[in-house]
């Protein structure tokens, strides 16, 4: 996703600093600090801490973008805070917080692994050719939502942009006249 928003906003990704990828630049007029961390996931606070401490960045203004198997392939959500839903890398970024919750989330949807495979393992192989043109499409709207949010400010785009997902991928029968929606 960071590097969705990079190339899309001509930000380059050209620095290292506190165990990530870091790049400076703007959505719209905002200016903007894009960061990927380099560590393991399960250990990702201990590079968005001391980022946010180093650049004096607000809690509050953190956008963490993280995969999600609780929601289906493709499906984004935005969220202003809550627990780290038995995510590693949002309980280590929690914590570097100080176990404050208040920072927005970008939930990128996986899906769940069929049957009884391993969730490491799921998350460790490549997608499928419709898993793929399904995170493509993500990717492509989660450009928009860091637009939306930059723009909108938290409340308004969560809302716009949430509902828009909802039904995302759903197919809908209009009247019985059998046209379909994508």
Known sequence: MIDSIAQTEGISINATLCKAQCG???????????????????????????????YKIPIHHVLLMFDDMD???????????GG??????VKSVMQAFKKIQDFARLR???????????????????????????????????????????SEGFFESARHFNLKQKYKHQKVDYLGFGRKNC
């Open 71 to 81: 929601l289906p392939c493709g499906i984004l959500r935005l969220n202003q805070n």
């Open 84 to 89: 780290h839903g038995g995510h590693n890398g």
């Open 24 to 54: 400076k630049g703007h959505i719209g007029n905002t200016p903007v600090l894009l960061a990927k961390p380099q560590t393991f996931m399960d250990l990702s606070g201990e590079s968005v801490g001391p980022l946010t401490a180093y």
């Open 108 to 150: 990128i949807g996986i899906g769940k692994p069929p049957g009884n495979m391993d969730p490491k393992a799921y998350l460790l192989q490549t997608f499928s050719s419709s898993a793929r043109e399904k995170v493509n499409i993500s990717l492509k709207e989660g450009v928009e939502a860091a637009r939306l949010l930059t």
